[in-house]
Each structure stands twice: as structure tokens, then as C-alpha cells.
């Protein structure tokens, strides 16, 4: 599989392979002589496999408990003060090893820790591999949201080795389909017959090729890099109305459902374009039905971090079946949920 080069002010690769044969092709990204490894309960077992690349180093195990409740500031300070304790310096790096909480922790911890030190992100859940892994947001949830304090910071290089796939649960997996659905509207790259089959390393590579096309145009999310956010303004709203109960690739699907029906009034399009982007969006068989109101949903949409004065720019789906983003206000939006 050929690496992916994602060209930020900083650039990196990122590989997917089908086992950790290549991993000590990325050990000289890691400079200095200690490596931190983060974790949680879950995949804390996973720690051996990259402990056995890495004897040359001293290594810090770091393990979270499970669960995105444990994304939050008594985690982050817990790790620098690990960091500390182990006497790191800017030249150290931490490796995370996890899915996308882990990931969004370790790389807000570490790009805090001193300003910032080194950072290789080792993706273990589909979500992390196709998306979260890729781009250099990090963040921790604070009291009055989710992903509310975070940076803009790019790993060293990212692993992606897909045999983490096999233990994955049946909901992680479909958490992860519900990004990798997205990127059918991003890209013509991804087709019908690709969503129909398995997570593949192809399909997998396909999606980060597509993310890290956006990210380099757009690295802190001024313009293009919002396509990105595809089915994830209702998703969000959805997400937090539902508990956080519903996971967050189970809510993209939903909120690309609601966003499908949205762009067919806004563009005015016809009855074969609805039956093929459903085809799309219903491929791996989510439940698309939304439990909350228009209202309910609008009152979460006044408060995400990403609408601003009178409205959102949403994502739209065009006649074309890729993404578009339009500004449009909060009456413009109920309107077309009618
Ligand atoms: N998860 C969307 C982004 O990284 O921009």
C-alpha cells in the first residue's frame, strides 16, 4: 500500500499496513531517548507488540480508563505530570495507541507538554484509522461541551495497522463506517461497490488520501477543510440530545440521512438522485431515524461551537453526489428539515 503524504506546514506520512512488519520504519521519527506510550483498558494489551520495536528506548506506559468521560482534564493533567515525573524533554515523544479519545488526549497532551514534543499516532478503532488519526486536531471535552479545548498540532507520522480491526466490537466497527460513508460525498474515488465490502487497508488508505487532500488546503479549518464536517451538524446535535448514548459514527449516519433529504429541497433535485444517495448512506444498514424534533435539533444547533452569528455553514450534498458548503441561516436550516 503506498504511504500518504499529508502536506501541512509540517509534513508526514502515514502508512497502512496489514500488521506491524513496517512499524520500525517510522522508530526514527522518534528522536529522543524516551517514548510514552498512551493507552486505555481496552487496547492496553496491544502495548507488548510496540514495546517489542522500541527496546533501545525508556519507555512510560500510560494507560486511561475507557470511555470519552475520561477525555477531560484530570486525564490530560495526569499525563503531563507522567511526562514529567519521567523526566521527557522536547526531544521525547508519545505514541498513541487507541482510538479516537486516546488519540485526541495523547496529542493534546502532547502538544502542550513543553509547547510541544514528539508525536506518533498508532490508530486502533476504524473511526481513528479513516479519520481521527489524520489531520492534527487534539482535544479534551471540558463542562460545557465536548471537544471545547484542544489544538491544531500534526503527529510526527501516524501507523495504521488494520489487523487492530479484528478484535474491534461490531458497534466500533459501525462507528467507523459511519465517517467512512462521508467521504463517498467527497470524493468519486469511493464507490458504492467499495462501501458494500469490507474495511480494507485500499478503502481505508482511500479515505485518509481524501482527508489529507483537505487538510492540506485547509490545515485549521477556515474553508474547504469543513466538507469535512459532512453530516456531522445534525450528527453533533444528535450526539449530545441522545447522552452521548449514541456513538459519534452512529450520529454522522443520521445526520447524512437528515442531510441527504436537505439538500434534495435545497437543490431542488429529483426522485433517482434521493434513491442513489440513500443507497449510499443506508449501504451497512444504520439506523437512520432520528429520535428528536426539529426544534429539539435547532436548539443544539444555536449552541455548537461551529455556527456563527445566525447560522452554520453547512454541507450539502449536490446534484453531483459530492459535498458543498453553504452558509446558511438557522430559519433557512428548519426550513429545509421541514
Ligand atoms: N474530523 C474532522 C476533521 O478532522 O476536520
Same mark, same amino acid.
Given at each position: 500500500?503506498? #504511504? ?9 506520512? /502515514? ?5 506491524? =512488519?513496517?512499524?520500525?520504519? /517510522? ?14 483498558? &481496552? ?21 486511561? *480508563? ?27 515523544? /508519545?505514541?498513541?495507541? =487507541?482510538?479516537?479519545?486516546? $488519540?485526541?488526549?495523547? @496529542? ?21 484509522? /479513516? ?23 500534526? *503527529? #510526527?507520522?501516524?501507523?495504521? &495497522? ?53 487538510? @492540506? ?5 477556515? =474553508? ?18 441522545? $447522552?452521548? @448514548? ?21 437543490? =431542488? ?49 449536490? @446534484? ?19
Amino acid at each position: 500500500m503506498p #504511504d500518504i503524504i499529508v502536506r501541512t506546514h509540517k509534513s508526514y506520512t /502515514v502508512q497502512v499496513q496489514q500488521d506491524m =512488519g513496517a512499524f520500525p520504519t /517510522v522508530l526514527p521519527l522518534l528522536k529522543g531517548p524516551n517514548v510514552a506510550i498512551v493507552c486505555d483498558d &481496552n487496547v492496553a494489551p496491544y502495548f507488548d507488540v510496540l514495546a517489542a520495536y522500541l527496546g533501545e528506548k525508556t519507555l512510560t506506559k500510560i494507560v486511561i *480508563p475507557a470511555g470519552e468521560a475520561h477525555k477531560n482534564a484530570t486525564e490530560y493533567l495526569s499525563i503531563l505530570n507522567t511526562l514529567a515525573a519521567a523526566h521527557f524533554t522536547r526531544d521525547d515523544a /508519545v505514541i498513541s495507541l =487507541g482510538g479516537g479519545v486516546v $488519540g485526541d488526549l495523547a @496529542a493534546f497532551a502532547a502538544s502542550t507538554y513543553m509547547r510541544g514534543i514528539g508525536l506518533l499516532a498508532v490508530p486502533t478503532s476504524l473511526l481513528a484509522m /479513516v479519520d481521527s488519526a489524520v489531520g492534527g486536531k487534539t482535544a479534551i471535552n471540558i463542562e460545557y461541551g465536548k471537544n471545547l479545548c484542544g489544538t491544531f498540532y500534526q *503527529p #510526527d507520522g501516524v501507523y495504521v &495497522n488494520t489487523a487492530f480491526l479484528v478484535t474491534l466490537p461490531r458497534r466500533e466497527q459501525m462507528c467507523g463506517w459511519g465517517e467512512i460513508i462521508k467521504y463517498a460525498f467527497l470524493s468519486h474515488t469511493i464507490t458504492l461497490a467499495d462501501l458494500e465490502g469490507d474495511a480494507t487497508p485500499t478503502l481505508i488508505a482511500k479515505c485518509i488520501a481524501i482527508k489529507a487532500r483537505l487538510v @492540506a488546503e485547509d490545515e485549521t479549518e477556515k =474553508g474547504k477543510r469543513k466538507l469535512l464536517n459532512l453530516g456531522h451538524t445534525i450528527g453533533h446535535a444528535i450526539e449530545r440530545l441522545s $447522552g452521548f @448514548a449514541l456513538s459519534h459514527g452512529e450520529c454522522v449516519a443520521k445526520g447524512l440521512a437528515a442531510v441527504v433529504g436537505m439538500s434534495r429541497r435545497y437543490y =431542488g433535485l429529483d426522485e433517482e438522485w434521493y434513491r442513489r444517495a440513500m443507497a449510499i448512506v443506508s449501504c451497512k444498514g444504520h439506523d437512520l431515524t432520528c429520535p428528536y424534533g426539529i426544534e429539539e435539533i435547532m436548539a443544539q444547533l444555536t449552541a455548537d461551537k461551529k455556527s456563527h452569528q445566525g447560522g452554520v455553514d453547512m454541507v450539502l450534498i449536490d @446534484a453531483d453526489l459530492q459535498g458543498r458548503i453553504v452558509p446558511l441561516s438557522y430559519d433557512e436550516i428548519r426550513n429545509l428539515m421541514l
